[in-house]
């Protein structure tokens, strides 16, 4: 898998961005305090050698690569967005067009589900969904001998 355009993007300016400060400051020390790295000295703490900042030619040849990608993904992007006016659109395999014969040509009269009592109480007849409780069961009356 190829890293996009705007993590190599990232990757040159993160490696460019803090030396090219650097370099104009003399380069800072950095000190290792345990784990940690900081520009600060700190007891216990030893300096670090970096790396040195890029000369003029690798940071000409970093915007190089990318202004290159930038351009491979932008005509990448109008390849893909060509294609997809050019597609058709895929139908659905296995639905006939008209109903099955067979099955009736009168459509039914009869509700799909009964209303109750509670429900056309409520407003079941505006569309809104009613929600119920199950009622409580009754208890057995003892049977007599």
């Given at each position: ?17 803090p030396h090219t400060a650097a370099s104009a400051a003399g380069g ?118």
């Open positions: 898998m190829m890293p996009s355009f705007r993590s190599i993007a990232l990757i040159a300016l993160l490696a460019v961005g800072p020390t950095v000190y290792r305090c345990g784990n940690a790295y900081q520009a600060e000295p700190c007891a216990g703490g030893s300096a670090v050698a970096t790396d040195p900042a890029p000369s003029a030619d690798q940071v000409a040849a970093a915007k190089d690569v990318a202004a290159r990608d930038r351009q491979l993904g932008d005509a990448l992007a109008r390849d893909r967005a060509e294609r997809e006016a050019q597609a058709t659109p895929s139908q659905a395999i296995g639905i006939a067009a008209t109903p099955n014969a067979g099955h009736g040509d009168k459509p039914s009269t009869r509700k799909s589900a009964k209303t109750s009592k509670k429900a056309r109480k409520a407003g079941a007849d505006s569309g809104d969904f009613v929600a119920f409780a199950p009622a409580k069961k009754k208890k057995a009356a003892p049977a007599a001998h």
